[in-house]
Each structure stands twice: as C-alpha cells, then as structure tokens.
C-alpha cells in the first residue's frame, strides 16, 4: 500500500540493537536475555515494523494459545515441507517456533529469518520497510489462508473480527436501509480530531444528513429526499485494533506528511455510546490498552517499535532509573490577569497569548504583541535579567509549548484546538463515558493524576517497551508521551476488561505450550550454554609471546636476538583472570633450568630491536587487572641485567632505528652494505647504508662514538621535503648537526625510526658546505642508466610485473649524461648484453619503468636523454617493438571497453594523420572491416568518453600526447552539425534522509543500455532519487531546448510521460551521471546552451510549468527541527538572484516562504563530499554616505557558488539557539573516512567503485538506497 514509504530513517536509530553486543565475532554465541527476563527480534534491516507486531501477538495470550493448540496433525511437519505430495503449513508452524523461542530460549533476541522466508520474501523485501497496519492485514489473511480445514481456521474471526452497521434514515416516511460490514480493525481519522474518543464520536454517533442540492433517493418513496446517515457498531471482537492515519497527503503543495499533533488515548475504553445494542453490562463495552505501536520520524522514513502491557507477568518489570537531578515541582497554574504586572514577563506573555481566538500566536509576531501591550520591546524590558524571548520560553516550557512545527505558541495548559476541530456543546463529550481517562484528563488539568504519580506501580500494569532486540521496563504514564510529536501512537490495540487470565498462566512462559516445542526449546537452551562455556574459555584466554634473556643481547640499548636461527618467542595462552604469581609459576614450570629470582617486564618489539617498559610485580594482582591483553610481549629475566649489561627500561629510553649512510667510492656500486648501498633510493649509488639501533635518551655524541668515528666527522640530517639536486639526481642535500647538537639526546632533536644519519669526512670527499647545509656528489656512480631485458614478456600496459618473470630478466648499467641519444644508450646496452646475434634484424625499442613495473610507452631514440624527459639512475626496459619518431604518436587502442591490461592494441602513427586515418590503421590492427566505426577518448577516470567528432582533424589539433588510449566503438557518427545525446527519466524521490550526499549504484555492465537502471543520491535535496534510461536522441545543434523537450517525449519508453506543454518538463545536465545543473531558455539553442555529442541529461517532469531565468537558481531548503539534529522534509525554493545575490537577499525570500522575521534566520549550505556545512554570515556592514559603498557578498560566488540542487539548512533563532548545522549523519562518516585514513586506506569519500564502471564521483556510503515501492505480499500455499 505505502510500498518504501516507511523505509528506516538513518538519523538516530539503528538496525543493531541498541543494547548489548553489536558486532559479535565468529562463533560468538547470542548474549543470554537481560534483566526483564524478555526476548527481542533482530531486525533483518528493514523489518522493525514485523517485529512490532510480532511482539504484540505474542503477548496476546489468546492468539498465543489458540496457535499452540494446533498440533503436527493438522500442521504437518517442517521436516517435509519440501516433499511435494505433503501438504504443510509452514507459515503457522514457524510462527509456533517463533513463539516458543521468545518464551523459553535464553537470549537476548530471536530471529525471524525463518519464518521471513517462509513468507516467501528475499533479502530485499527483509531491507525494505513497510506499513505494519498493512502488514497486519495481510498477516491476518495469510494465517486465515494456511489455517484451511483446521481447527484453528476460524480463531482469528473470532479473536478480531467485529462488525458495523450502516444506518439511512428517511426523513419522509421513516423507512430505514441498513448495510453491515465486517471489520478485524478501525481506521480513524486523525487530522482535526484530538483524540480517539472524539473520532469514534464523529463516527458512530454524528450524522450526516442529506440535504439541499445533495438528497438521497428513498427506496420506499421512490424520490429524493432529506435523510440522515449514521453508523453504529453492531459486534465487538474481544480484541479491538486501532489504526490511527498519522500520514496524508497535502494535494496544495502535492506531498506526503504526518500529523505530529496532539492525540490522546484512553488506558481504558467504554463503547456503549458507539453500540447499536446498548442494554448488556458495562463491562460488555470496556476495554482496556495493552498495546502501542510507536512510529518515530517522518512520512518518509522512521522506526517502529511497541509498547507491551505483559498481562502474563512473564517479564521481570522494575522501575526504570530515573534521572539522576532532582525533580522540579512543577510551577502553579499560569492565571491570565486583566491586567498582568508589566516587571513579570511571565504573565505578560501568558496574557498575550490566553486573549488570541485561537490560543496561539506567531512566534516572529509574539515580540510585536509585546510592544503593543506593553509599549517597550523584549530587549529593552526584559533581555538583560531573563536572557533572549527563544530562550525564555525554553526555559519555562512547563508553562508554553511550541505547536505547527515550531512556528506558533501556546499555553501548556490550553493547547489550542485544530481549526477544523467539530465544537459541540450540545452533544456530551467522549469523556464524559461512565470510564474516566485519566490519560487524557491530565491535560486539561497540570496537576498529575494520583493513579500515574505514584512511587510504585500498581498491580498488573507491567509496562514494556520492545524495540527490536532490547526490551525495557516503562511506567504506564510514559504511555502519555506518544500522544504526539515525531515519535508518536500509531497502532492501538485493545482488549476486554472481561478477559480474564488463569493463575496458572501468570509467570508461567512454558503454559500451553506444546511439548515438541517445548523439547525444541531445552535443546537449543543447551546448546546455547554449551556454546557459551566454551566462548568464555576462549575468550578469557590470551595468547603471550615470552621472550628468555638468555637468548638476547644488548647493543646500542637495544635488546637484539643473539642467533637469527633461533626462535625469539615461545607463545603461551593463559587465563588472563589468573594472578601473576600463577603466571610466574607457569613460567617456571616451563623453564627447569632457571636459577635465581624471574621478573616480568611487558616489552615491545620495536623496528630497532625489543624493548622493555614496566615490570609485572604484584602476584596478587589478575592479568586482566595488569593490563595484559592478548599478543602482549613479556620478557622474562633477572631484572637487573642481560649478558652482563644493565638494561634500561620505560618509554623514555625506547630506541630509533636509523639508517647511517656514508659515501662509497668503489666501482659499480659494489662493496656497498647489502642492506641499502649502491642503489639506496634516498641518497642514491655511492652511498652505503646500514641500520643501527640507539637508545632514545642517548647524546649524538655517544651515537658518534658509537660509531667509532673521530670528533672531526660531520653528522647531517637529511633536508626533509627537498629534492635531489643534480642532473641524474646523484647529489642531495643534508642540514650538518651543530657542535651543540652533539650533547642533546635523539629525542630531543626529533629523530624518528627511519631517519638517515650521514658521517661524512669533508677533507676526503667530494662535498660542498654552504653554512649549515652540505651537498654530497658522486660523480663516479650517478651518470647511469640501468636497461633490462626481458626476452619473454606479457605486452601490457598497466600494472606490475605479475606473471612475467618466465625467464631470468638481463639488466646492464651503461654510462650516460644528459646529452647522450637514446639510440647510443641502447646500442651500448645491447652490446652489454652480447645480444648482438639474437637481435639481429628485429626491432627493439626502450621504455620506462615506473615504480610499480607498469611499462611507460616507447621513447623516440632521435632524442637526448634529458630532451625525452628521462632521469639518469633510472631504469628502462629493451622490448620488441618500433620506437616512435620525433613526429609520431604511440597509442593505445582496444575495441567496445575502456582498455585492460593486456587486451589493448599499439599503434604508432603520424602527428599530421587525420582521426579517419588513425581509425583505419587501427582497424586494420584489429582486422575488423566496415564503414560503422568511430574513435571515442577515454576521460579521466578510464571511462569511454567522448566521440572525436571532426574526422577531418589531425591529432596534433586534437592535443593527443604519447600514451593516450582510444576505444573503437561501433556505430556511425552522426552528420555534422548533428547531436547524439543520451536521455535518463527523473524518477521523483521516495524518501528524504537528513541531510547525507552519498551514491548508490546498480546496472548491468558498462556499455548495456537496455534495461540499466542507476540510483543516484543526487544534490538535489539529498533525495535518493532514481534514472532510468530510455534511448537517445539525435537532434541538430541549432534546434531548441524546446524542440529537444518535444523530441524526448516521442521516445517509446516515454509514451506513458503526459504533459500539456514542453514548459511541464525539467532538463537536467549530467556530468559523471550526477545532477549537476538545469538547462534554462526555452528558445534557447543546443549550441547556446553548449551542449556536444555524447552528453547525457535527465528529463523530470513537472506539475507546473516553469521557466527558470539566468540568475534564478533552484535550492532545496530544509528547516531544522528545534532540539534535534534533523530536519524536516526538504522543500523547493526558486530564488530570484538577478538583483541581489547577497545572503539578506536569501534570508528574505525564505522568511517570506515561512512567514518569520529574515533577523530570525541563520543559513548554511551542505557541502556533500566533506560532510560539512558553511554559514552565511548574518552580519551586514554598514557604511558611511562619505565611503564608497563596498559591493555585497554573492553567494554565486566563492566561497559558496550555489548551484540548482543545492541544499540549504534553516535554523530559527528564536527557538533553536543551537547554531550547529551537522547532523549525526556527517559525524559517523567523518569518524569513518579518519578511520580509514588511520589504516592507512583511501577515505570514503574517495573511493571509487572500479568494479561498476563508475567514476569516482560516485562514492558508496551507509546511506541505504531507497527501494522501489513494493507491495506488501506473503506467499501462502493452497491447502483446501
């Protein structure tokens, strides 16, 4: 029925359950049931409203125990549901399962997967949310359906069904025509009622006369006239359900919304005066509440959850905490003076308020009111002793309240009446029944009722509230908070008072309950404990690497394995609940030999070698107490020394791990530390490089003699964020230590792990000192070039060198300077390799190799090695292949897709060639025939891109560049001065989130257009909003954006799109499949408007014609909802920014949307891919007549540059004075991308999703895509 319409809402509420584990590891077992002793539901993702009523049939004894008499006999067997002559009903039997693990099995929530499926509903249908008063009818008529021919296949008729009389009484002759109708639950209105007495007065006791123009045709008198029609109820199920419709629909301004106003209930209930028979005992027509469905947001979004009255005691009810302040006794009733004393703002306001015909005022007119009554303003009489008006009412809200979504209010004590609220005296009012509602006349009166304050709850009302998988206990006042608001009554369900319960029901959850069901229940209780045993064993268990001293040394201060061969740590698993002592004499037991006293020390491993910290020394005291977790290091020894050398633990004394390089003069880089020398990256060939460990507190003089160098030697630190000097980047430059440098310790010169130490001896290197700085060169070893030959290799383009190393790869070092040709470098290299005879008469060319292995395209050997861009001390690559010449292009090809590696084609042709002439050589590459081919570019994220449209063009004008890559794609090109362009329908949101801008994706592959559909979160409001594509269209540049609009709506997917005029249409460009601006000027041509062959845009269609101007721009506003981070529904604003782009000039039109003061507004707009918000600024400077007036702020341009589809956040200052425009939304994604950076991974809102062909604007986020709007079904097997 609402299909989506009630998809879960992000904002505040969560699909975990809000208590207890919400991620549980592999094997963990469910946690056991808390401390009410109930059992909540999972939700699946999107079925909190199943569970809802789920609950609410459980804790109907009735039903319960009508479904447990039904028996295998006439269920049949869940072990034979798939053999296909045996008839089981599998609905009623999973329900019975269901039912007994929430009664018996100790945990904290069932799960309602089973019986999901046997509904027949997927994965999707469990995310996709619907309308539980929906569900609850299809439920009922899904059980009536599997319950053929049983004995239970009446029990639902008879627990819910009830029936109505429709009643037409002639006003002429008197005759009656009566109609009945049967019922399993009442809809009532909500709107313009305030409460369900009153709606079921205006139901079944008001009439409704025809009369006048609208007469009724009397069957008896066989002519028109005056009758009056009326309803009654005629039977009463014992179990009354209520449906209250909280969602309409405002066909003004064409959108959903829900009734958050006040609606009161009674606890208890008596329908004699909506009877047809009347004369029975009261006690036939009372019943009393035990149930609340609660909805919690919007009409487009939100989350169920109940409220239970346990009429079986089976839960463990005790008070809820309350809050930790005092209470506040509440303030006597306001009394409205004729005249108020004008020092008491309180009764000055109450006063203004109480003399309004509707009890109400506007909030931006209240200080208006003021003036007039009082003469002064607020700010002048009351603000410097009672603070701004916003605050003051806040601050009284036992006296005012705050109706119409903020934006009027009233006195506490008389809330005003809707407008179209029925006023008649004459006729008694609902509460006025023989049943008090204390409930609803704690309203008219603030003092609280006796029966709700009291300390302790009375007999029998145990309260829940069940909301997924956590369960509470409540009081029953709290009842009386879902009467309105965003959180608020949706479904009531009663129960006559004469419905008694046995005693041998109460606090018996195993009563009735079927004895297979009941040894389903014990076995699973088992195999929860054990699951649980054993989860705690291991769980309390933690796994610790000791390290012996006898296998270590010390070096530098740093502890280091005396043998590499042999092994460091022996792991131990151990109760960490156990006591270091026991520990300890573990250890012990484990070392025979040990002699002396043993100490434990929690250690570290550290990149320069272990470390100590603190020493493990009360006995007494658990692991876990200790701090030790699992994969803690524990160093096992004296105490005082290791081989003889003391050792010096704590955090001050932890050790760097730094590269000490030193120039090296020897040939060829050899002789250099295996460990970094020769061919370091940092410092280059001719420098050696060797890592040493040194404790953090010692001086850089201790480290130079401990590197056995002389006082004269230099120490540099390397110059951090410069850049090699030098034309083959074999000089660097290093910052010399002072001389008092050298008594201060490596932490306090901020020296990190990693850092390189140069030792240099000036008088006998080639070096140069300016000042503090040193350039260190090597001539010998810096002017090379390394080529590598790869006899059999993959051709690819992109990518490491996976798979390739088939055979042992030949690399040569040949000497080379910047002037050198290529052709001589690979001539010599050649000759290097004696490859001579094996290349003789095949073309080989060189290419670069970047970091990654990925080959570079080939470099033209006509050129220099600095005039081809290639850096000496690099490497590069002898493969098969022509190298380009100084006039060519080398590029790449590939034929439907974006290239992958190793599928495209190489091409090597002229600069001057034409793109007709390119297609051709590449055609014949690819050895394809045919006129229908064209050349498209790749964009910047490897998506097929634009078709190069002039054919005639040579590359050179088209700015191709070696290593471009381009796509054969079939299909002609259309004739000149022609468009093709690609249409997507706009499909109209389903539901707002609070403020969250990611994107959701799901097509076919890339290159299908038949059947793909793309789900996008667009700018627009932060709708999820839905593509589709439905061809293109091939229209001449010169047309119009009208004439384009005409053409569109002859697409055959577009035949059911109906509209008076093209105006009735919205043109949106797309950039990356994103809604990025609005085509505007209806007599506007393409080429006007810019657009080119390949552009996609969406149509929308519209409910009135529209025709933005150049500066009007289209926002999407949305009011913030006072004390809460949301907000409301967002809501289209098309702002006139032609004369005045300044913010005052937003601010204005808005406040005239709203009907507030502009002074009352502060602004701010979303900023999506950084999950922020930026103010306009309020302030207006003012200048003198004799400056110059300086030119206003635009908000079309920086720093905002507000576009069509922006989304702007509205705060009222007079009642919300939280100047924070972020939702809970922006602050989990932010905490989500810094978790991601902290991996060391790409952040959210950068990934790019590869796999679907979609760029990297299209980001995934945790915001759910809204489905499309589903019926509600459950598949039930035929049984009759």
């Known amino acids: 029925m609402f299909g989506s319409l009630f998809e879960e809402e992000e904002e505040g509420f969560s699909l975990a359950p809000s208590g207890g584990r919400v991620v549980k590891g592999e094997g963990e077992p469910p946690p056991p049931r808390g401390r009410v002793n109930l059992s909540g539901i999972k939700n699946q993702g999107g079925t909190c409203y199943l569970n809802s009523l789920l609950q609410t049939l459980l804790f109907t004894p009735e039903f319960r125990e009508e479904l447990f008499s039904l028996g295998p006999k006439e269920l049949g067997c869940l072990e034979d549901k798939d053999k296909p002559e045996a008839k089981v009903r599998v609905i009623p039997l999973e329900l019975q399962r269901l039912f007994a693990r929430l009664l018996l099995v100790d945990q904290q929530s069932a799960s309602t997967a089973d019986l999901t499926d046997s509904f027949g509903w997927n994965n999707s249908e469990e995310s996709r949310q619907h309308d539980v008063q929906e569900l609850n009818r299809i439920l009922f008529s899904a059980l009536e359906h599997s319950l053929v021919d049983t004995s239970g296949s009446g029990f639902i008729q008879h627990l819910y069904h009830g029936t109505t009389v429709n009643s037409i009484l002639c006003k002429e002759c008197g005759n009656i025509s009566q109609r009945q109708e049967d019922f399993l639950d009442l809809t009532v209105c909500v709107r313009g009622v305030c409460g369900l007495e009153g709606a079921l007065w205006d139901m079944f006791v008001e009439e409704e006369m025809f009369e006048g123009s609208n007469l009724y045709r009397c069957g008896q008198c066989d002519q028109l006239v005056t009758a009056a029609k009326s309803a009654k109820l005629r039977k009463l199920p014992p179990f009354l359900t209520v449906s209250l419709l909280r969602f309409n629909f405002d066909f003004a301004r064409c ?31 009372s019943y009393e509440l035990f149930s609340v469905i609660i909805h919690k947001g919007g009409c487009y979004g939100g989350h169920y959850h109940v409220y239970i009255k346990d009429m079986d005691h089976l839960g463990l009810w005790e008070p809820p905490e309350e809050d930790s302040k005092p209470k506040v006794q509440k303030k006597k009733e306001v009394r409205v003076y004729p005249e108020p004393e004008k020092d008491d703002p309180l009764s000055v306001l109450s006063s203004i308020i109480a003399q309004e015909e509707s009890r109400s005022v506007l909030l931006d007119q209240l200080g208006q009111r003021l003036m007039d009554k009082i003469g002064s303003s607020w700010s002048k009489k009351y603000r410097k002793f009672h603070g701004p008006i916003g605050k003051f009412l806040q601050n009284h809200s036992d006296v005012f309240v705050l109706v119409n979504n903020g934006t009027r209010v009233a006195l506490k004590a008389n809330p005003p009446s809707p407008v179209t609220q029925p006023s008649s005296p004459a006729h008694p009012t609902p509460g006025s029944s023989s049943t008090p509602d204390p409930v609803h006349n704690n309203t008219a009166n603030p003092q609280p009722e006796p029966g709700l304050e009291t300390a302790a709850e009375p007999q029998g009302s145990h309260w829940f509230d069940l909301n997924d998988s956590t369960v509470t206990s409540i009081h029953e006042r709290d009842v009386e908070k879902m009467y309105q608001g965003k959180e608020s009554a949706y479904m009531l369900f009663y129960r006559k008072t004469l419905l008694h319960r046995p005693s041998g029901a109460l606090r018996n959850p195993g009563y009735k309950v079927p004895p297979h069901l009941l040894e389903m229940a014990e076995e699973e209780n088992r195999r929860l404990q054990q699951r649980r045993e054993e989860f705690e064993a291991s769980n309390n268990s933690v796994e610790l690497r000791l390290h012996l001293a006898p296998r270590y040394r010390l070096e530098n201060g740093t502890l280091k394995p005396i043998s590499i061969e042999q092994k460091e740590a022996t792991n131990l698993n151990f109760d960490f609940r156990r006591t270091v002592g026991d520990l300890r004499m573990i250890i012990y037991q484990m070392q025979d030999l040990w002699e002396g006293d043993m100490a434990l020390t929690v250690a570290k491993c550290l990149p320069a070698g272990l470390h100590l910290y603190n020493t493990l020394t009360d ?38 791990l730094l590269t000490v390089v030193r120039p090296y003069l020897g040939e060829e880089g050899e002789g250099g530390d295996e460990e970094g020398g020769g061919e370091g990256e940092e410092g280059g060939s001719g420098l050696s490089k060797e890592s040493r460990g040194f404790a953090g507190r010692v001086t850089l003089g201790e480290v130079r003699e401990a590197l056995g160098e002389p006082q004269e030697s230099l120490l540099c630190q390397e110059k951090r964020g410069g850049e090699g000097g030098g034309e083959g980047g074999g000089a660097s430059g290093w910052r010399v230590f002072p001389p008092g440098d050298m008594q201060r310790t490596l932490k306090e010169l901020a020296l990190k792990d990693g850092d390189a130490l140069l030792v240099l001896e000036p008088q006998t290197q080639d070096s140069s000192v300016s000042g503090d700085m040193v350039t260190v060169t090597t001539p010998s070893d810096c002017r090379w070039l390394q080529v590598e030959y790869r006899p059999e290799r993959r051709r690819r383009r992109g990518g490491g060198g996976e798979g390739e190393e088939e055979e042992e790869r030949m690399r040569a070092k040949v000497p080379a300077s910047g002037n050198m040709l290529l052709c001589e470098v690979k001539q010599r290299a050649i000759a290097e390799l004696q490859l001579q005879e094996q290349l003789a008469g095949v073309a080989c060319c060189l290419r670069q190799v970047d970091r990654t292995g990925k080959l570079l395209p080939p470099v033209c050997e006509e050129l220099s090695v600095r005039d081809a861009g290639v850096r000496l001390m690099t490497s590069l690559s002898l493969c098969p292949g022509t190298a380009p010449k100084d006039t060519q292009l080398f590029l790449y090809f590939s034929v439907g897709t974006a290239p992958s590696s190793g599928l495209e084609g190489e091409i090597i042709v002229e600069q001057s060639s034409t793109v007709k002439q390119c297609l051709k050589t590449m055609l014949e590459s690819a050895r394809l025939e045919g006129n229908g081919w064209h050349l498209r570019r790749l964009d910047w994220c490897e998506e097929v891109g634009e078709a190069l449209m002039d054919e005639e063009a040579s590359l050179s004008e088209l700015k191709m560049s ?78 119009t954006l009208e004439e384009l609009k005409t053409q569109v709506l002859t697409l055959p997917a577009l035949q059911y799109v109906c509209v008076p005029t093209p105006a009735f249409l919205r043109v949106w460009q797309l950039e990356g499949q994103r809604l990025r601006r609005i085509l505007r000027g209806q007599q506007h041509t393409l080429r006007k408007l810019k657009l080119c062959s390949g552009v996609e845009f969406c149509v929308q269609q519209l409910l009135r014609e529209e025709d933005l101007g150049p500066k009007e721009v289209l926002l999407r506003v949305q009011m913030g909802v006072p004390g809460e981070r949301g907000y409301y529904p967002p809501e289209d604003l098309v702002w006139d920014a032609s004369r005045d782009p300044s913010p005052r000039s937003l601010r204005s039109a808005l406040a005239s949307t709203y009907g507030l003061s502009p002074d009352s507004l502060l602004l701010a707009k979303h900023q ?38 922006d989304i702007v956040g ?71």
């Open 255 to 285: 959108e959903r919304y829900k009734e958050t106003g006040r609606y009161t209930f009674p606890l208890t209930i008596n329908l004699r005066p909506f009877c047809e028979q009347t004369e029975d005992e009261d006690s036939e027509y």
């Open 619 to 656: 006995d007494e005291v658990s692991l876990y107490s200790a701090g030790i977790l699992t994969g803690t290091d524990l160093f096992v020894w004296n105490g005082r020394e290791v081989c003889g050398a003391t050792v010096q633990i704590g955090a001050e004394w932890e050790p760097l």
């Open 962 to 1039: 070696h290593g471009d890559a381009l796509v054969i794609t079939e299909g002609r090109l259309p004739p000149k001065g022609f468009l093709k362009l690609s249409v997507w329908l706009y499909v109209e949101p389903r539901a707002y989130p609070v403020v969250s801008m990611e994107t959701e994706v799901s097509g076919t592959a890339e290159g299908s257009t038949e059947g793909q559909r793309l789900e996008v979160m667009t700018a627009v409001g932060g709708a999820m909003v839905e593509l589709r594509t439905v061809g293109q269209v091939e229209i001449s540049e010169e047309a």
């Open 1168 to 1205: 999506p891919h950084t999950h922020t918000w930026e103010t306009f600024s309020n302030w207006s400077q003012q200048v003198s007549k004799r400056k110059k007036k300086k030119k206003a702020e635009s908000l079309l341009g920086a720093p905002f540059h507000l576009t069509d589809g």
């Open 1210 to 1280: 509205v705060k009222n200052l007079l009642i919300d004075n939280n100047r924070d425009f972020s939702t809970q939304q922006d602050e989990q994604r932010l905490r989500e991308e810094k978790e991601q950076r902290r991996k060391g991974g790409q952040g959210a809102g950068a990934e790019v999703e590869t796999n679907q062909g979609v760029g990297p604007e299209k980001k995934m986020g945790p915001i759910k895509a809204r489905k499309p709007e589903v019926a509600l079904s459950i598949n039930v097997g035929v049984f009759r």
